[in-house]
């Protein structure tokens, strides 16, 4: 029997076939076209295999087959407000109950070019001591409509506190214009009552939003919260703001005068008593008489 000769992609049929020989005894066209059939059947699926695969090419290997995945860097956006370090403060608060309290400026810049400085004045969790912070926001991007508890849940986060109880706010007067005010209860450690505040001024892009708690438990009225606001000015540090200053230019016209500081009355200097002439000459005329008689009460 010769070898089998190698099916290849272009032949169609490349298998040979030798007949077997039939017994002598049994019929030569038995079930050999069937046998053939399946031959032929058989060979067909095996030519389209191969034909299949030498469609496709020849097969890449593993290490070109898997890839791997390009890695791309992920970096984070800017953070809105970033921190403005060595910043001079621009704000101040002549208060009286506040002056003898550490003082703590933080000042930071939204990426809309607003500007935001926060005033703290005191311990929260000190309750002997007067606490008060006030946030100051200026510029474009400043405010926003929101309510005003939600301002002062922002604030009062930022700070770590939490705003546990908040009154019906109503109206307060402040050199900048009408405010709001409300009586609250913050917490952090412990819960503390205070006032808190929130004066947003749309138009000149103005927003300050904060609290003042009294020492002492002792609740904060109306008319302090009003000499608070009306007590910030600016310091030197914001001479090139213009605006800011027109701003704050026109709010001092129009401080309360309950609020205004009193100038000290002028000290005058007592000036001593003269002693009338006649009075001189007399005293100076009894001096050698009162002289004589003490010499004679001495010789007697």
Not at 86 to 99: E, F, G, R, W
Not at 167 to 174: I, N
Not at 179 to 190: D, G, K, R, T, Y
Not at 252 to 273: G, M, Y
Request: charged share 25%; net charge positive.
């Amino acid at each position: 029997m010769p070898p089998p000769i190698a099916a290849q992609p272009q032949d169609v049929f490349a298998i040979r076939i030798e007949p077997r020989q039939a017994p002598a005894n049994r019929r030569q066209h038995g079930r050999r076209p069937t046998r053939l059939l399946r031959i032929g059947l058989g060979s067909g699926v095996v030519m389209a295999v191969v034909a299949y695969v030498a469609h496709q090419g020849e097969v890449k290997p593993d290490a070109a087959v898997r890839q791997r995945p390009e890695r791309f860097a992920a970096t984070a956006p800017p953070p809105v407000w970033q921190e403005i370090g060595n910043s001079s403060p621009i704000y101040a608060l002549d208060a009286p109950a506040l002056k003898a309290l550490p003082v703590d400026l933080e000042a930071r810049r939204h990426a809309s070019g607003a500007r935001e400085d926060a005033l703290t004045y005191g311990t929260f969790d000190n309750a002997v001591e007067a606490h008060a912070r006030l946030v100051v926001q200026d510029g474009v991007g400043a405010h926003r409509p929101h309510s005003f508890f939600v301002d002062l849940a922002r604030g009062a986060a930022n700070a770590g506190l939490a705003v546990m109880r908040s009154g019906q706010p109503v109206a307060l007067p402040t050199k900048f214009g009408m405010a709001e005010s409300a009586e609250v209860v913050l917490s952090a450690a412990s819960d503390r009552s205070c006032r808190a505040i929130r004066l947003a001024q749309a138009d000149a892009e103005f927003l300050v939003v904060g609290w003042f708690c009294g020492a002492h438990a002792q609740p904060v009225t109306q008319r302090e919260l009003t000499c608070l606001i009306d007590r910030l000015a600016l310091t030197p540090a914001a001479a090139d703001d213009v605006e800011l200053k027109a701003l704050f230019a026109r709010a001092d016209r129009q401080r309360q005068a309950v609020c205004t500081p009193q100038p000290l009355a002028p000290v005058r200097k007592a000036t001593p008593a003269r002693t009338p002439k006649r009075t001189h000459k007399a005293a100076r005329a009894a001096e050698p008489r009162a002289t004589i008689r003490r010499l004679l009460k001495v010789l007697r």
